[in-house]
């Protein structure tokens, strides 16, 4: 069992930056592949990065590619997503998601999810 606590969202304004963290309970963190996903208003939930269980791998969606970086911890059971020159399109709420493969993070099917944090780009 994995539970996933996400933070660090929040209002800024467009071009400007957060580091968003996940915290996971469990001691087999570090045998998942994580991922990032957001829901913005009217929409339906989308892929943002992935990283494997070791960090070695990581893969993008290609709206965020350059502005983005997914990395994790396995020390501190954290994963993080380092946002750069947001827009207000990037506005939505941001999940954390676990699963046994990237494969399966990037599809969506995901063993376990957070409750999202809310970030907010204004223009």
């Known amino acids: 069992q994995v539970q996933l606590v996400e933070s660090g969202g929040g209002l800024v304004q467009a071009g400007g930056s957060l580091r968003l963290s996940c915290a996971a309970s469990?001691?087999?963190?570090?045998?998942?592949?994580m991922g990032w996903f957001r829901q913005a208003p009217g929409k339906e939930r989308e892929f943002v990065a992935a990283?494997?269980?070791?960090?070695?791998?990581?893969y993008y969606a290609d709206s965020v590619k350059g502005r983005f970086t997914i990395s994790r911890d396995n020390a501190k059971n954290t994963v993080y997503l380092q946002m750069n020159s947001l827009k207000p399109e990037d506005t939505a709420v941001y999940y954390c998601?676990?699963?046994?493969?990237?494969?399966?993070?990037?599809?969506?099917?995901?063993?376990?999810w957070g409750q999202g944090t809310q970030v907010t780009v204004s223009s």
């Open positions: 998601a676990a699963s046994q493969t990237l494969r399966t993070v990037v599809a969506g099917t995901n063993d376990y």
């Open positions: 990283i494997s269980w070791s960090g070695g791998s990581t």
């Open positions: 469990g001691r087999t963190f570090s045998s998942y592949a």
